[in-house]
DNA sequence: AGATTGATTGCACAGCTGTGCATGACAATT
DNA sequence: AATTGTCATGCACAGCTGTGCAATCAATCT
């Protein structure tokens, strides 16, 4: 009948002893002795008692909550790193909010305004990027702050990236490999730096091998966009035979206009990379070739960073730990896309 | 340099008003005069000052925060409705805590318990079932629950579901007008209420028209399993030309299995249909016939709900609503995958 | 036996906020 | 001018937990 939630008063009453008991039978390492905590376990089974960790945290400075701060959720490649993340916090004892940002202005500071108002542990950034100042309010209240392939660096922030400027490389090595002769770049209009870094390894691969190629960049990253970058290059009179999407949703969305609209053949007349090896990618009607990101791994290591960082907050201001920075290496994932041929020993 | 985060109190010194002047400043309805409004908010600012809502949601029985409770949330059609309720929750005001479950026993349980111990308003579950005796003490606490898409009813909680027997029914109609001899139905294991539905509707009109049809039903509900379903059904002697699968992503197996392995024409051959209108079905690869949920709409009435729940919480013990049910009707959508043929008028 | 050690338990406070109650100031009305 | 009403503001308490400190108690040692 009462509306209020059952406390640790309640269950102290039912045991018999005092409420200091019922925090230390759910503190570890706390002294008290079998037979008490016995009793009191008891007692909050049969009251269905859960620790306030409202509470709890307000004390202990320490809420248990880690925000994760995303746009496009619904995404492919964004769902699964989502997933990768709130598992690893979750195994590590803590739980996500989850906090989603659109394109409008301001969209990330008020996200990350939600976050301290729930005295976050952390936060982690998907997408978007908070105001450097705001960021730095964050950091001086204890709030850790992970990027994941965002740009600007934030002192004391780790930032978690890719190597995305070699895929950008790759994919040229490999498409000439194959045999392309009119290589393409297809991209989004976003402007983000991970994929403004594959570009920038696309050309300067290009540019290094002495060989021209053309560029198709607008709008945002979907299906919708790639199926539009594909009628873009794809019908031009010096149509191009190899092609490096920015990432796989563009991809498919160039595969599809080829095959079905274009009457393209791919790969025979077409090659085609994408990036993210999202779960598409290896369906069979696209077996797109592609760079994967092991999303599970970075997921387990930004955890991992934000507990070491919680564990050694013995005095010092951060100021020792500036730059923290983890570099992972896309891995080429080859399919049917590409033409056959012979594919060089990039490997290092 | 201090660890904690700034409260209230610092800004009340820094404005030189009381404490009390600056949790009116932030309250709505509050009694407070401009200029001190004023005051406060340029000493928050300058401060970069949140409210504690742990604090807040300590004494007004009230968090802001929401559950959500999902298993497999990369999945294209749990990550679609994941987001429309995390933007429905941030909608109203709330923010969203996302909690996942596996396939192992008392998962459902654990999250709740989670769900709990953060005295969360409200607990929505998109997969998996809390224990009974669990869920009534949720209820008794004044936290709300919304199933969707779950079969059995807990008293008090709100459920979500969808005609899923009629979308069943109205697929053997779709492939009978598209000339279908051959019926089967394509589903995986795992028995949920709603895919149970689907079935049921399918058998149903299958049996009231009289004709034959083969099934197959194992695996969770994945690309791969719709593969391997439909190397099952598709390799017999006696190979269907119409199939109903449970799930979009079954649907894309079964197609791309037919295509690329067997070389079977899609629609020529064989006619698909599937359920839930996942992105990758609007494709140009796949052009589904499917069911579409109108899943923004869910997750808003859900939501809407529980803000209703909240408003008329005066001294009614949740008794009088006991049984609290929205049913939405799936929405055939008309693409490629289906022969061309008569669809008869099953408008309403 | 007496002293010491160790474990266990209760008291009381801190952490941050919302709000009832009382007080004070000020305007409006008779 | 006196009274009434409105509005703003401060005090103090409640809400729930973790933990330092003192006290109690049993057990062990000399």
Redesign the interface.
Known sequence: ?S????SAKDVAELAGVSRAAVSRCFTPGASISPETRARIVKAAEQL?Y??????S??IR?E?G?VA?IVSD????YR??L??AL??AV?QAGK??????TDRSDGSAEQAL??A????TDAAIFLSGMPARS?AE?CMR??MRLVLINRDEDRPGALQVRLHDAEAGRRAVAVLRAAGCRRLALASSGVGTHSISERERGFREAATAAGIDWIEERFGSTS?QTG?DLGMALLSRRDRPDGVFCATDLLA?GVM??A???LGIRVPDELSLIGYDNI??AG????GLTTFSQPVDEMAAKSVEWLSAMAAN?DGD?GAGTARAEILFMPRLVLRGSVAQGFVPGVGR
């Open positions: 009948m509306r209020t939630a059952v269905g859960q620790v306030n960790r409202l509470a945290g307000l400075n809420t909550l994760l959720m619904a995404t492919p769902s699964h989502l997933a709130t598992e979750q739980v996500a909010l989850l906090i989603k305004r939600q301290i108002s729930y005295r705001l309010t209240n204890g299906y199926q498919c599809d206009v095959r079905w609209r779960a598409q369906w069979d009607s696209y907050d201001d």
